[in-house]
């Protein structure tokens, strides 16, 4: 007889920076955490096999909505959370970014699957996507690795990147609060900074 296991949750820690614990909680429901973001009021976690991007109360870690019906590819689904606390979603298999409210409502969508600066190319992109306090939106695509950041007056490529990786692989990226693009390739062992 082969033993099946069920998964009920995803156990969370949180540390302080010396690296002590500090609390310990379980987020039911989820099964394939891919990402994960912390606001004053919400935990909120993307779950690949859901397809969807749960929201928990950060005090008392009941969900509070979903966002469901999402189109993951390759085990990737990223987001980012701005302080307008709007989520943009890179929707890779969908070949655009859905950006939602608080409360999982849809407010805007933009991409297509296609070769010009505007569009998304490949086999599904974008995979990673990020807010800038000056509201401009930044998406990552694979194979070829493309960098783009999405403002009023459209999308612009930022030259300079080389190929982090090649195939279906997740490009690690953050922005820090003085708009400085980090990407990671995990499979070549670097970190690249872009100040734009």
């Given at each position: 007889m082969i033993e099946q296991t069920v998964i009920t949750g995803v156990e969370c820690y949180v540390f302080d920076e010396a690296g002590n614990e500090l609390e310990k909680f379980k987020l039911p429901e989820v099964k394939n955490i891919f990402g994960l973001k912390v606001t004053k009021e919400n935990i909120l976690v993307s779950d690949y096999d859901l397809r969807a991007i749960k929201i928990y109360d950060i005090n008392t870690k009941e969900e509070k909505t979903s966002i469901e019906n999402l189109r993951p590819c390759c085990l990737m689904l990223d987001f980012d959370v701005n302080s307008k606390n709007q989520i943009f979603v890179a929707n890779l298999a969908a070949f655009r970014t859905s950006i939602f409210d608080i409360d999982g409502n849809l407010v805007a969508t933009f991409g297509k699957r296609g070769k010009t600066i505007d569009d998304f190319h490949g086999c599904c992109n974008p995979v990673n996507v990020a807010s800038l306090p000056n509201g401009a939106i930044i998406t990552v695509e694979k194979d070829a690795t493309r960098v783009k950041i999405y403002d009023e007056n459209g999308a612009k490529k930022i030259d300079g990147i080389e190929e982090l990786v090649k195939g279906c692989a997740y490009i690690p990226?953050?922005?820090?609060?003085?708009?400085?693009?980090?990407?990671?390739?995990?499979?070549?062992?670097?970190?690249r900074c872009v100040m734009i």
């Open positions: 990226m953050t922005v820090d609060k003085n708009e400085n693009i980090y990407l990671a390739s995990p499979e070549k062992g670097l970190i």
